[in-house]
């Protein structure tokens, strides 16, 4: 099963120069916890804008166009439908991950909708793309809390499509 998790501004900023516009340690557990022991999707730019790093248990897929693009310990695809054929053999979750790009490329496709809305406007220059929310219900939405090191009002959502 697709899924897609992303954070957002209220205007639905996602990333500034390669890298999250906020810091927010709640939100990252958050992601931590979702997709822990199951298998992340996202792009070239998006994998080396968190320092081309893999995290810890999980599978991780990058998407790019380079042939000869290679990270050790990740599988490399170069198409949609690579990611596709993975995610019908694969017995967890596929949580798409970013960026822009590969959020639209996917979006038709995914099922489960994991958002953290920052209630906050940031500067950045990549943006999660338009949803039809009419195709999809929200399962639930929780308020996230905020402290010395999350200093921003948040929630989390979860959708499923209909």
Same mark, same amino acid.
């Given at each position: 099963?697709?899924?897609a998790?992303?954070?957002?501004d209220?205007?639905g900023?996602?990333?500034?120069?390669?890298?999250?516009?906020?810091?927010?340690?709640?939100?990252?557990?958050?992601?931590?916890?979702?997709?822990?022991?199951?298998t992340i999707?996202?792009g070239?730019?998006? *994998? $080396? =804008?968190?320092?081309?790093?893999?995290?810890? @248990?999980? &599978?991780?897929?990058?998407?790019? /166009?380079?042939?000869?693009?290679?990270?050790?310990?990740?599988?490399?695809?170069?198409?949609?439908?690579?990611v596709?054929e993975?995610?019908?053999?694969?017995?967890?979750?596929?949580?798409?991950?970013?960026?822009?790009q590969?959020?639209?490329?996917?979006?038709?496709?995914?099922?489960?909708?994991?958002?953290t809305?920052?209630?906050?406007r *940031? $500067? =950045?220059?990549?943006?999660?793309p338009?949803? @039809?929310? &009419?195709?999809?219900?929200m399962? /639930?939405?929780?308020e996230?809390?905020?402290?010395?090191?999350?200093?921003?009002?948040?929630?989390?959502?979860?959708?499923?499509?209909?």
């Amino acid at each position: 099963m697709l899924a897609a998790i992303w954070a957002q501004d209220e205007e639905g900023l996602i990333g500034k120069e390669g890298k999250l516009p906020w810091h927010l340690p709640n939100d990252l557990k958050f992601f931590k916890t979702m997709t822990e022991h199951n298998t992340i999707v996202m792009g070239r730019k998006t *994998f $080396e =804008g968190m320092g081309g790093k893999l995290l810890p @248990n999980r &599978d991780t897929i990058i998407l790019t /166009s380079d042939k000869s693009y290679q990270v050790e310990g990740a599988l490399v695809f170069h198409d949609k439908q690579e990611v596709l054929e993975y995610a019908k053999k694969t017995d967890g979750m596929v949580f798409i991950t970013g960026g822009t790009q590969v959020y639209k490329t996917f979006l038709p496709e995914i099922d489960v909708l994991h958002r953290t809305l920052i209630h906050h406007r *940031f $500067e =950045g220059d990549a943006y999660f793309p338009k949803i @039809n929310w &009419d195709a999809f219900t929200m399962v /639930s939405i929780s308020e996230g809390e905020t402290d010395e090191r999350n200093p921003y009002k948040y929630q989390f959502e979860s959708y499923h499509r209909k």
